[in-house]
């Protein structure tokens, strides 16, 4: 593909200043999308090795990766359904995970390479609808997608799993599916003002969605109830710079009562608070300064429910600053650390910090090279402590 498009439009392909690798094909693909059809593909790199390690060799590099193909439906421009859009999205995952392979991370509750998991494989990530309605105000979803998408959302940046993206998927994911998992589900959304909205959300709980070889199901075979989600929040303008920020209080509830084992359990119960705030701009430009987010997330445990990792509660806080050097404007450079509380006799906290720097190589390619610290790997009392290197590269052809 990329040597028939060369000899249409050389200049046009690893064009720095486009959104694509590949370009706007002689000029078709922006025309598609002016029309209401906008194609992507994207793609997401992670490699990981252990630096150093207090009871372990080093041991091997690892290298995932994701890539996802994308088609987002102006339905307005395509069929004349006002305020309506529509998105189908399928990701195919590969590669291998160094938290499952290395024993200096042995037991890990997080991963040094958030892009691995739940089945390398081809999975329908997306397939919904949106419609809008009174001038906006009310905005409802249906059809197949994550929860993390709409509730419980945060930027996925770093490449240690404890701080990118929505948390509460990654230590309840007998229940709250994240990315690229998808399942039956609606979200209605009300927006109070403009900066300020409410949503709630039903989710097919259903542990097929998690098999391999179901990765484009459509069935409502296996399901066993369903997880609530509410949600508010508020996107304010702080300060007189307005400074962007986003804060998000969440609540979700369980309907299922029942274990992978058929056994009887609690039904589970997640409460959420995260934000997003803008600090400062560097000199008076709104796209560079510096960024702090956080968020704190607390599950009900059941001793009896075999699924259950004992996790009770994880907070994450970090920082991060774009264009600190006025010759790399876009560049970013971020630190961060999280916490995650495993609520068992002989373990306690599980620490994962993580520095790196994103060089904006391109507007359609992004590397970010970084260093990880894990404190007590598995939140055992006296468990191992490892410093593992890794580079993170995004790009969209």
Not at 1 to 27: E, H, K, R, V, W
Not at 197 to 209: I, K
Not at 238 to 255: A, D, H, I, K
Not at 343 to 367: C, M, Q, R, S
Request: proline share 3%.
């Amino acid at each position: 593909m990329i040597a028939g498009c060369t000899q249409a439009q050389a200049s046009d392909i690893f064009d720095p200043n486009s959104p694509y690798m590949l370009g706007s094909f002689n000029g078709q693909r922006t025309a598609l999308k002016d029309a209401g059809y906008d194609f992507s593909v994207g793609y997401t790199g992670e490699a990981a090795g252990v630096l150093d390690s207090d009871k372990t060799s080093k041991g091997s590099t690892k290298y995932a990766d994701q890539t996802a193909l994308n088609a987002n439906l102006d339905l307005n421009k395509i069929l004349g359904w006002k305020d309506t859009e529509a998105q189908v999205t399928i990701t195919y995952r590969s590669g291998q995970n160094l938290t499952g392979s290395s024993d200096a991370l042995k037991g890990q509750l997080s991963q040094v390479q958030e892009v691995y998991g739940r089945g390398q494989t081809w999975r329908l990530t997306n397939l919904w609808i949106k419609k809008q309605f009174f001038d906006q105000k009310l905005d409802v979803k249906i059809g197949r997608f994550g929860q993390a998408g709409e509730f419980n959302g945060a930027n996925c940046d770093f490449q240690n799993l404890a701080l990118c993206g929505g948390q509460i998927g990654n230590w309840a994911g007998d229940q709250w599916y994240n990315w690229p998992v998808s399942q039956w589900a609606i979200r209605a959304k009300y927006n109070f003002e403009p900066n300020l909205y409410m949503q709630v959300g039903v989710f097919e709980h259903n542990n097929e969605n998690l098999r391999r070889s179901k990765g484009f199901n459509l069935s409502t075979d296996g399901s066993n109830g369903a997880i609530i989600p509410v949600e508010l929040v508020w996107q304010p303008k702080l300060s007189q710079n307005n400074l962007p920020g986003e804060y998000r209080l969440g609540y979700s509830y369980s309907t299922v009562d029942r274990s992978t084992q058929n056994t009887k359990v609690e039904r589970k119960q997640i409460v959420w608070v995260s934000m997003k705030q803008k600090l400062m701009d560097h000199l008076g430009d709104a796209n560079r300064g510096l960024t702090l987010s956080a968020s704190a997330s607390f599950f009900n445990n059941d001793k009896n429910n075999p699924d259950d990792r004992q996790i009770s509660d994880m907070q994450n806080m970090a920082f991060s600053y774009t264009g600190l050097f006025d010759a790399r404007e876009k560049d970013e450079i971020a630190v961060g650390v999280g916490r995650i509380h495993r609520k068992l006799p002989g373990y306690d906290n599980e620490y994962n910090a993580e520095i790196y720097y994103g060089i904006h190589a391109t507007n359609w390619l992004t590397v970010r090279p970084n260093v990880q610290y894990i404190h007590h790997v598995g939140a055992l009392k006296d468990g191992n402590n490892a410093w593992v290197g890794g580079l993170k590269f995004m790009t969209v052809f």
